[in-house]
């Protein structure tokens, strides 16, 4: 995945029933072809899943250099994961899609981007949104 020239999917996109895994994959991939461009993996949003699942950002690595797709990772990650159940995984799913800027300086680099990418659109108060925003997918 080339992240200089392509947007990795959206943190909306479902893998294994979880919001973000596919985007922080695309990443992960793109951080093991040297491709990431502007991009960061393990980002906080990515911290958040990584903790979730209970693996590392290493671990996650290994399982897309080693995978041919999603569902081959998927089913890898599956066997180190954390056993969760479908109520905590919707609860995740919950818990991330709200997830906003949570001190001065969050809000502050917040109030930024929503100025640069969504300057008329004070609905926004998720991360989520904003990165749909910056990537041109924001309805």
Known sequence: MDLTKNFPRSPYEKVGGYMMLGRTIDKAHATL??????????CPLDKVLFGFLGVSANQLLELAENSENDEDLVGSLKNIQVERNTEEIEQFNDQILKSGPNDDNSQAYFAQLRQ??????SDISS?????????????
């Open 33 to 42: 072809q040297g491709l990431l461009g502007e991009y960061m993996y393990d």
């Open 116 to 121: 640069k990418h969504a300057p008329d659109r």
């Open 127 to 139: 991360w989520f949104d904003i990165i749909e925003a910056e990537e041109g997918r924001l309805k």
